[in-house]
């Protein structure tokens, strides 16, 4: 249950109400912003190839998701656009990047992503290599010059939380250790858990988390926001194996059942799908526990982590 | 000549003097203070094949120039190494993540550099594309988390400017035009520039402006070093494209003559080898002109800029 008692360390919180917060709606307008900045983020000048491939991943329809956790958190704690929306576009950003790079034909060999051709298909495999590295970059380039009303040292802390998440203890290690654990039917769980927390939840975590930070959040608050996002985001992958064989591809946007094909380690393959959606379930559970006691305010992430279980693609 | 008067806007400055300036001395007491602190900047843990790649890269000897530079601008304003080490090593990082992804088989498909196997021929294309991610996310990081004795705006306009050098509009802009280029006889003058300017000179400049903005240098100084440091980055790759023809592999420790074979053009086949030369002294001259009103502590920054024109590998 969501208490309505508003925890102390929430400054100015917003008020939702459980029976009729409507989360379709939320998303929609979260995502309407996000996609706003987005776009003015990157402007089309010389040479234009290589804006012109940054901007065909980054604005191809995604769900969003790191940007409006960014946002979400940041509003928990009082906070605004002007304080996070740099920062939640990094994020999806860092996040393009990682989708252009794993798609390449030297890694994931991918020819569709968010409905689309995958970048080096339409623009070479050297342009999709540098849009990624152009965007990876420009990400903290955008979040030092483009952050409003936060001390300095904060978005320092942001910049630093960023960069751990992509690096080698952050998606590139579950990359590299998914790359290695391939054709391997022996993988374990513990294995398994650490590809999902490193190549998925490090940048979902760096999302929530980066919210906090930014607006003031303390060392408890961090804590708590950072079990919460790192169960979501085990979830989410779970969620992903699952869809990966329940869905089409139309459906997915992208190629739908890779992980057989490559006879790959997934959570049903190991656990059967039934087993799995009990642990994704036992997973949000615990990571909303972690923000209930923000009460109404938080209801918005409360919903976020029932979506990510919810959701069809 | 150099005036022995000191700058006003120098504080603490170090004084050298020019007839008793040992730049083969300085050059190696910086390089020795860089390689250690970049060997000291990662450790090789699970999952150790990416972290033993980025290392491979890191470590395979170079000039160090980039980092050679931060330090000794960040010196002339009266800085030290704590202030400005983390980022010298940043600019290391993320010339070697350019270094790797510009060798990979999709770019210029390159076997060796700084007389090494290139880093996907050892550890194969995926782990080169994610080791340069990894290193260009952590130049940031590393910055952020271990830059000291620096207030954090400062910090933070080092990392606007690191991410600027790399991005659309800077070396990445620099290498796609230099792609589009290959094989195109009718290649200007003008776009030549381009390509050296963004390709080149960018990062050249991010790490002297850099070691400046640490120190605090202001907003005058700030334009002396960028006139510098793109008047010395432009000339740096006027002599290497020199060096490409006039050098063997053996003494470059990458591929000579690449650009005659991809029939590239570049400033000695424009104008000819003597008059290359020339354009290069004279862009030494005018980044010596901007430093020179510093006096003897600007030294280093002199004669490191004599030196660009006058090495053979």
Sequence with gaps: MVQNIINPSLKNPQIFNLESFDLCRYLATAKARVEKALEASIKVKYPETIYESMRYSLMASGKRLRPILCLATCELFGGDDSMSMPTACAMEMVHTMSLIHDDLPAM???????????????????????????????????????????????????????????????????????????????????????????????????????????????????KRLTIYAQNIGLAFQIIDDILDITSTSEELGKTAGKDIIAQKVTYPSLLGIPESQIQAQNLIDLAKSQVQCYGSPAIPLMRIADYIIARTY
Tied chains: 1, 2.
């Design 108 to 222: 994931d060999n991918d020819d569709y992503r968010r409905g689309k051709l995958t970048n080096h298909k339409v623009y070479g495999e050297d342009i999709a290599v540098l849009a990624g590295d152009a965007l990876l970059a420009y990400a903290f380039e955008f979040i030092a010059d483009n952050t409003q009303n936060v001390p300095s040292d904060r978005i320092l802390r942001v910049v630093s939380r960023l960069g751990r998440a992509v690096a080698a203890e952050g998606l590139v290690g579950g990359q590299v250790v998914d790359l290695e654990s391939e054709g391997k039917p022996d993988t374990t769980l513990e294995t398994l858990n650490f590809i999902h927390r490193h190549k998925t939840a490090a940048l979902l975590e760096a999302s929530v988390v980066s919210g906090g930070i930014l607006a003031g959040a303390d060392t408890e608050d961090i």
